[in-house]
């Protein structure tokens, strides 16, 4: 884990963020198996990259801020729910979930963008 990783865990700037999957295929792209889910390879590879570091982000501003993850609220208009951009051409739909002790970043859906 980079230092700077390590050092947004750290107590002293806060916990970050659990990570959860509605999907139990999805799930898989964490695993040995993510071949299962039939994604192609660099989309399973950019979300295990982002997925360490949404880990990472103490709350749902930091997700914002950061360009690179291509945040939208958007389409939570339209009943989609909120969403980040996945190269080339998907989109990862998510939900965060405040009750729970930390906030977590449920991941609802995968889709090719449109």
Same mark, same amino acid.
């Given at each position: 884990m980079s230092s700077r990783l390590a050092r947004l865990r750290d107590p002293?700037?806060?916990?970050?963020?659990?990570?959860?999957?509605d999907d139990s295929k999805l799930a898989l792209v964490e695993t040995e198996d993510a071949a299962l889910?039939?994604? &192609?390879?660099?989309?399973?590879?950019w979300l295990r990259t982002q997925l360490c570091l949404i880990r990472a982000a103490p709350d749902e501003r930091t997700l914002r801020n950061w360009k690179s993850l291509g945040y939208d609220?958007?389409?939570?208009?339209?009943?989609?729910?909120?969403?980040?951009?996945? &190269?080339?051409?998907?989109r990862l739909y998510f939900r965060?979930?405040?009750?729970?002790p930390l906030p977590t970043f449920v991941v609802v859906s995968l889709t090719p963008a449109q």
């Amino acid at each position: 884990m980079s230092s700077r990783l390590a050092r947004l865990r750290d107590p002293v700037y806060g916990e970050g963020m659990e990570v959860a999957f509605d999907d139990s295929k999805l799930a898989l792209v964490e695993t040995e198996d993510a071949a299962l889910t039939e994604l &192609p390879v660099s989309v399973i590879r950019w979300l295990r990259t982002q997925l360490c570091l949404i880990r990472a982000a103490p709350d749902e501003r930091t997700l914002r801020n950061w360009k690179s993850l291509g945040y939208d609220e958007g389409e939570a208009l339209f009943g989609r729910g909120k969403s980040v951009s996945v &190269p080339p051409n998907w989109r990862l739909y998510f939900r965060l979930d405040e009750a729970r002790p930390l906030p977590t970043f449920v991941v609802v859906s995968l889709t090719p963008a449109q």
